[in-house]
């Protein structure tokens, strides 16, 4: 999920900021391509109905539980049974009949259990299994954060700030930690869950609450249940200290879990959820399939979010207060994908993780279709280019098909051929077909396999039902091949014949791709469009026309999934900013002005894109300006200043705010000091960074006013000025500041830290500095030592001129023992 934020220049840490994400990416893809065919699970019993009796030992970490499974063959006759049992201590499993309970013979290897039957029995009959059983999710040995399935978060209650909960995460295959089942995406059940918790605190999980028992020794057991079928991997609970409130839709209720400081803020944060559900019942032509809809935030979360079925999990990072979401543009994406999983995902499951694509494609595609329905054309052609440039952003991605049957494990599938390739190949084909086509065919993959599981053809089908077309070329080359073209396009104008020629080539390997595409043609500022169809590796259009065209625009609808490099003149961008109306004909034209800064037409739509009526990109023309060319600086100064003092959004207003401190000017100060009268934490810490460059002292003066209230942004311009100025009356805040962030976060702020530390007087907290310095460049010394080192290599040459022998040699330790850790 994707959310949009602004990085402040005054944000900027160590020069390799991206040193982290850089390895981890470098060891992805250096993993070997998958060989394995991973055939979809057989199905040889059939889940049923599950019914679950759970208590929680915080002080142990572990879950008692009583299970009652039932279950049935699927075809074939059968006396024995394999359930997903992970790391379990397994004290009875009996098969139930007649109220009393029959004990089995099982044999079990910590990860499955197999189970004989007390008889043979066909698919015309079911069995119910009793099963008692402790899960022990600390304890169980997972090379994934989020493969415990169960989280205990702070138990004993000894993290101070920090609420008692506990929490599930099933996806792909995690609920078999917390309770015994067919962890498989293609098995349904509908559940009953009976969760006894301490009386104080609230409880959420699938389908509706019915009924609330208070116990004598104050616990109390909330039972829920989920009458309609649904994948083990949606199962969730989730218990603690949480303000609810209720919204509705259509008579059901809705309704938002937040921790109760946000208790104010939950309709601001989750608020926009009724007419979302009214947006996706009336394009699927389904009604929101499920009896309610809850969504919880929860502390320490191991993924984005999840969207278990009516009760979608996300991180505390959702909640804000109203200042907060300010200066959060599009904050919603991510509820939204998870919302639109609610049809695609859990009323429709994938029934393989190999076709996956049918639960994140149609996920990421709900992003894109909200971001059209309520921000408009331009912040879903935003949210597109996004995206898109994130799944080319990775090298690898171009060998995986998005049906992918080989793979390693199954949580290599969730990527970003899933997620971003897969939605804009949605996308491709919504337009392709036309929205009333591509909503019919929704409407029929939904109603032809309602509660069921489904794979990619099935979506081919509804599509070619709905449509009337053969789309094996469209499923083929995206669903089951690799890549995307790389387009090369050149042009040439012949004035004697009047032809206009344009050169296309895919210089791809593999694969050759056949696509539709527009060709607009603007002649005498006037477009003629052409719709035209690429089949071969390289191809020549010609047109006919009766003057030089002013711009000819390949992927007139910019809609295709493709690298392109595109061979247009400057000239022809400035008309493309003038003339073509998308968001990414100006994206494009800005993209290459931003090389071409020195010339009179780079700067021109640079300028021009200042005005642009998209926040997005007044903020991308803001970003790429030179504020070295002085043609650029003396022209924009007067732009800048405007959209500092007047613009709507707040991520430009803060942008301009910022190159307003570069150019130092005292003027300004006034300016700048109402800015920190706005509501925006990012538009008061870009002025209080850009006081800082005009005036130290009165970035000094002004900071403490703002020690009380600070998020984001403004809290990271405290911590700059405090450390370019501050001595050490200020230790303690910034050392708190420091400790406080996540270890990349801590990382980026290291060089400031470090510049602070190399000039206050006192050596205890100087030796306190650099402990902390020290600990983060052994811990990550694979990520960042050298640049680690690098800082405290400068620091000691500060401390040293100080004749802080202690701290020098302190540093020389630290070096060392960041050499010697693995």
Not at 217 to 245: C, H, Q, S
Request: glycine share 6%; with cysteine; aromatic share 12%.
């Amino acid at each position: 999920m994707k959310k949009l934020f602004v990085t402040l220049l005054f944000c900027a840490g160590l020069a390799n900021v991206g040193a982290f994400n850089q390895v981890f990416a470098q060891e992805k893809s250096a993993n070997p391509i998958a060989t394995t065919y991973q055939e979809t699970p057989a199905k040889i019993n059939d889940l049923v109905h599950t019914k679950l009796a759970v208590s929680f030992d915080y002080k142990k970490r572990y879950l008692y539980g009583k299970e009652w499974l039932t279950l049935k063959p699927h075809f074939y006759p059968t006396d024995t049974l394999r359930l997903d049992v992970k790391g379990m201590d397994l004290k009875n499993i009996s098969v139930a009949k007649n109220g009393k309970n029959y004990p089995l013979k099982f044999s079990y290897d910590s990860l499955t259990v197999a189970i004989k039957l007390d008889r043979v029995y066909h698919n015309n009959e079911s069995y119910t299994l009793f099963i008692d059983y402790t899960a022990k999710p600390n304890e169980l040995k997972t090379s994934r954060k989020h493969g415990k399935g169960l989280y205990f978060i702070n138990p004993d209650g000894t993290e101070k700030n920090k609420p008692t909960q506990v929490w599930t995460e099933g996806e792909p295959e995690s609920s078999s930690v917390w309770f015994p089942t067919i962890d498989k995406p293609n098995q349904k059940t509908t559940s009953e869950i009976a969760m006894t918790v301490p009386a104080k605190y609230v409880t959420l999980s699938n389908g509706r609450l019915a009924s609330q028992k208070i116990n004598a020794d104050k616990t109390r057991t909330d039972t829920w249940k989920m009458e309609w079928p649904n994948a083990p991997y949606l199962f969730m609970m989730a218990v603690g200290d949480f303000a609810i409130y209720k919204d509705s839709w259509h008579g059901k209720e809705v309704s938002y879990y937040v921790e109760p400081k946000y208790a104010p803020y939950a309709k601001d944060i989750f608020g926009f959820t009724p007419d979302a559900m009214s947006f996706f019942s009336k394009i699927t032509g389904v009604d929101y399939p499920w009896n309610k809809y809850a969504q919880i935030t929860v502390r320490d979360y191991v993924s984005g979010a999840m969207e278990n079925t009516t009760a979608m999990v996300t991180g505390e990072g959702a909640q804000a207060t109203r200042r907060e979401l300010v200066d959060r543009i599009h904050n919603d994406f991510g509820s939204i994908h998870e919302l639109f999983h609610q049809w695609f995902g859990d009323y429709v499951t994938t029934e393989s993780w190999s076709n996956l694509t049918l639960n994140e494609s149609f996920a990421d595609l709900g992003e894109i279709l909200w971001a059209e329905h309520r921000y408009g054309q331009d912040a879903a052609d935003e949210h597109i280019q996004e995206g898109l440039q994130g799944y080319l952003g990775s090298p690898q991605n171009a060998t995986k098909n998005l049906v992918r049957f080989y793979y390693h494990d199954s949580q290599d599938v969730f990527d970003g051929v899933t997620y971003q390739k897969g939605g804009r190949i949605l996308n491709m084909l919504r337009h392709h077909l036309g929205n009333d086509a591509f909503y019919k065919g929704l409407n029929i993959y939904l109603t032809t396999n309602a509660f069921k599981s489904a794979e990619a053809q099935q979506l081919r089908l509804a599509m070619e039902e709905a449509s009337g077309l053969d789309l094996n070329w469209f499923f083929n080359q995206w669903y089951y091949g690799a890549g995307h073209p790389e387009l090369n396009i050149s042009y040439s104008w012949d004035e004697t014949s009047k032809k206009q020629s344009i050169y296309l080539q895919q210089t791809q390997s593999g694969q050759i791709f056949t696509f539709p595409f527009a060709v607009d043609i603007y002649v005498a500022g006037k477009k003629e469009r052409h719709q035209v169809w690429m089949r071969s590796k390289a191809d020549t259009l010609t047109f006919t026309l009766p003057l030089k065209p002013d711009l000819v625009n390949v992927d007139g609808d910019k809609l295709l999934l493709a690298k392109k490099t595109d061979h247009k003149t400057i000239e022809d961008y400035a008309f493309q900013y003038q003339l073509a109306p998308l968001y990414l004909d100006r994206y494009e034209a800005i993209e290459a002005a931003t090389s071409s800064q020195k010339t009179p037409l780079g700067q021109k739509i640079l300028l021009g894109a200042l005005k642009d009526k998209y926040f997005g990109l007044r903020l991308k023309a803001l970003r790429a300006l030179n504020m070295d060319n002085d043609t650029i600086r003396t022209a924009a100064y007067p732009l800048i200043a405007d959209i500092a003092q007047k613009d709507d959004n707040p991520l430009a207003q803060a942008q301009a705010i910022v190159l307003l401190g570069k150019y130092r000017k005292p003027t300004e100060l006034e300016l700048l000091k109402q800015a920190l009268k706005s509501q925006s934490y990012t538009v008061q810490g870009a002025a209080l960074w850009a006081i800082n460059q005009i005036n130290p002292t009165e970035a000094m003066t002004l900071a403490p006013l703002y020690e009380k209230d600070n998020e984001g942004d403004l809290t990271n311009a405290l911590f700059t000025v405090y450390t370019a100025n501050a001595g050490d009356d200020k230790w303690d805040y910034i050392f708190t500041f420091y400790m406080s962030r996540f270890q990349e976060s801590r990382y980026k702020l290291t060089d400031k830290f470090a510049a602070y530390i190399g000039r206050i007087k006192s050596q205890e907290h100087a030796l306190q500095g650099i402990t902390e310095i020290k600990k983060l460049g052994v811990e990550f010394k694979k990520y960042v030592g050298p640049q680690i080192i690098a800082v405290l290599t400068k620091l000691k040459t500060q401390r040293a001129g100080l004749n802080d022998t202690a701290s020098a040699s302190a540093i020389d330790d630290a070096i060392a023992e960041i050499n010697k850790a693995k």
